[in-house]
């Protein structure tokens, strides 16, 4: 079955939280002509992430493919970005048709906004969890890496983002598949910081 991720870009979105999964899901496209990822913008500029980084959007909101996973980052450009109604909107029309729904950090504010997070269990970054809870109707779990509920998997900040996306990749092509990118990747997260060399 062929899938196209789409990872959302924005404004101050954090590095990390779309380039690890972009990674993950990039790496196992060159291993399956089944996956394919794309990054898409509310517009087709150039958006400069949290620390600097340009990235130029494959596709605006209006040119964008029907997608079957959807991965929204999060980053500082989540605060303003939650009264963004166009964003908003196209989460919600979006996640609407995806077999899997996905954040990472403070992905999961938009997730909620747009009321696709709503009454289910997540997860975000370690500093916006009391945050994402007083905006209610919400579960947010803490000291976990990524959490499921349905068909939406939420995961914590910034290096979360690759646990998830190597769980979800093993959920969709396999647990094998996931392993192998992987060892690609050469991602072995224990010990998460050797501080002596």
């Given amino acids: 079955m062929s899938r ?7 404004e101050d979105v954090e590095e990390l939280d779309f380039a690890g999964p972009f990674e993950v ?24 992430a949290f620390n600097g980084l340009r990235v130029v959007p494959d596709h605006s909101f209006e040119n964008a493919p029907a997608l079957d996973i959807l991965l929204v ?70 000291e976990v890496r990524y959490v499921r509920d349905g068909n939406l998997v939420t995961a914590a900040g910034v290096s979360a983002g690759i646990d998830m996306s190597l769980w979800l990749l093993g959920q969709i092509e396999g647990i094998p598949r996931a392993r192998q990118v992987q060892k690609m990747m050469q991602y072995d997260p224990a010990p998460p910081y050797p501080a002596e060399v």
Avoid: Q, Y
């Avoid at 899901?25 to 996956?35: P, R, V």
């Avoid at 450009?77 to 979006?94: M, S």
């Avoid at 990472?104 to 504010?109: E, S």
């Avoid at 370690?126 to 803490?142: K, M, N, P, Q, S």
């Fill in 4 to 10: 196209t991720v789409g990872i959302l870009l924005f």
């Fill in 25 to 48: 899901f990039g790496m196992a496209s060159k291993l399956s002509a089944d996956l394919r990822v794309v990054t898409i913008a509310e517009g087709s500029d150039p958006v400069r």
């Fill in 73 to 142: 980052p999060g980053g500082m450009g989540t605060r303003k970005l939650v009264d963004n109604a166009a964003v908003i909107d196209w989460l919600r029309k979006t996640a609407a048709d995806c077999e899997w729904v996905t954040s990472v950090c403070t992905g999961t504010l938009l997730l909620h906004e747009a009321g696709v997070a709503a009454g289910k269990r997540t997860t975000t970054h370690w500093a916006f969890v009391e945050a994402l809870r007083e905006r209610g109707d919400i579960e947010v779990l803490e």
